[in-house]
């Protein structure tokens, strides 16, 4: 007799408390074949959920990534603005120094025009008193 058919047992062999421990035997293998359907579908759902979070992972890396090279432009560029801004200040320096001398020029230029005003009123004078002493003398020499 093979072992299979030593596990076969007729129904009339059957006691009643035998038969309530087989129901209640076949009452638990349904109840963990449910559980064990139950802990299959967690355990895709769980997969499932790993997979999504390392794709996430995966993104959350790249968008980390894109930031610090997005922090190192940043940083250039505020080092750049920083040049720049101490350029305007050197060139608003020299614009002061030059309206200065643009200043200077324009007064010197004013002295200028009135010393050859003055210059031209003595020259006028000159030549008057000139012509008038040579008058004098030609009206003396004719006299």
């Known amino acids: 007799m093979c072992a299979k058919d030593r596990l076969r047992v007729l ?4 006691t009643p408390s035998f038969k309530y421990r087989l129901e209640d035997a076949l009452t638990n293998c349904k109840k963990l074949q449910h559980t064990l359907k139950v802990k299959d579908k967690t355990i895709v759902s769980l997969e499932t959920r790993l997979e999504a979070a390392h794709v996430f992972e995966l993104e ?57 005003d003055e210059l031209a009123v003595l020259e006028n004078r000159f030549i008057l008193e000139n012509n008038l002493t040579r008058f004098v003398k030609i009206f003396e020499m004719g006299v």
Do not use: W, Y
């Open 11 to 14: 129904p009339s062999q059957c």
């Open 60 to 116: 959350c890396n790249k968008i980390t990534k894109s930031l610090d090279e997005k922090k190192i432009r940043i940083t250039q560029l505020k080092s750049r603005v920083r040049i720049f801004e101490g350029e305007k200040h050197e060139n608003e320096a020299i614009l002061r120094t030059l309206k200065e001398k643009e200043d200077n020029a324009v007064f010197l230029g004013e002295n200028l025009k009135s010393c050859m």
